[in-house]
């Protein structure tokens, strides 16, 4: 990894962490519900999506300060989901980031609780921001709700959950993960560049990447699920085929799902370009969502 690009995602990594740790410990929540949600929160994680949301408000000469707490919401969002996720009731998984899953480590309605309480917080969380318009917090709540919710990730969880088993064709896959991971992803870069300042122009070019990042993220992970480190992947390859999951590989075998990526990759390039944030760490952070290792 390029040395300018590894301190860029430390960097934003601890700023992302910091955030978390103090928002959520400074609150007065009930401390056994508290111990459950910093777990998960602790856990680490590579904090992609919020860092794609800095780096877009970056791109268009947005502040760090102004769009931190919406990448925090985002982040929180994103670890309730792997807390469900995670459940019996889902995909009933020991292990998350190399840890004890929630469950495991407390109980299941803590779980639960933990989850439904980080979803909530997040919506807290962007209200309470300080560098932002009563606008700009109205528009960010409704699209994170749109994207996280019974129109985005939910739905795209459900789909995946009915598709076990089963054999499904292409388009029907990238519907899943369009809903399931495309919609966070979508909306770090965009918010990121609503709150940067991205005309409307801008926006309207930013559209295309926006939608093909949680296809290539997704790709990735398929992939990765087969051939990845189970060390650096904190959690035990293979799970896909064991849940009897679709998978860009079970369809398009490995080799047909890396040329999809790549095709995909340089179409999201493109469009940066278009939005004139081509030489930026946003354009850098697209070949780091399509080749990492964990």
């Known amino acids: 990894m390029d040395q300018s690009l590894s301190l860029y995602l430390e960097k934003h990594q601890a700023l ?9 410990t400074n609150k007065p929540i009930l401390p056994s519900l508290k111990t459950s949600m910093l777990y998960s929160i602790r856990a ?19 502040k ?23 459940l019996p009731a889902m995909d009933d998984d020991d292990l998350r980031r190399g840890q004890p899953t929630n469950h495991k ?17 997040s919506f807290q969380a962007i209200m309470e921001a300080e560098g932002l318009s009563d606008k700009q917090k109205v528009h960010l709540v409704k699209k994170l709700s749109i994207a996280s919710g019974a129109l985005g990730m939910v739905a795209g969880q459900l789909m995946d959950m009915e598709s076990e088993g089963k054999e499904i064709p292409l388009e029907s896959l990238e519907k899943i993960h369009h809903l399931k991971t495309g919609r966070l992803i979508s909306f770090a870069l965009m918010s990121g560049a609503y709150i940067g300042g991205a005309n409307e122009r801008q926006h309207q070019s930013l559209v295309e990447t926006a939608d093909l990042l949680g296809i290539i993220f997704q790709i990735q992970d398929d992939i990765l699920d087969v051939s990845g480190n189970a060390a650096k992947l904190g959690k035990p390859v ?8 679709s998978t860009y590989p079970g369809i398009l075998g490995i080799e047909g799902s890396l040329k999809t990526k790549n095709i995909y990759v340089n179409r999201a390039k493109n469009s940066l370009r278009k939005a004139e944030v ?12 399509s080749d990492r290792d964990h």
Do not use: W
């Open 238 to 245: 293979g799970s896909d085929t064991i849940n009897n999951k």
């Open 16 to 24: 992302i962490n910091d955030y978390l740790e103090d928002y959520i």
């Open 44 to 62: 680490g994680g590579k904090r992609l999506r919020p860092i794609l949301m800095m780096a877009s408000c970056e791109a268009f000469g947005g």
């Open 105 to 121: 480590k407390f109980d299941e309605a803590t779980a639960i609780l933990a989850g439904d309480a980080l979803l909530t917080l």
């Open 64 to 86: 760090k300060k102004d769009v931190l707490p919406v990448a925090a919401a985002l982040e929180m969002i994103h670890t309730y989901s792997l807390i469900h996720d995670d």
């Open 278 to 289: 081509g030489n930026t760490m946003l354009f850098t952070l697209i070949d780091h969502l």
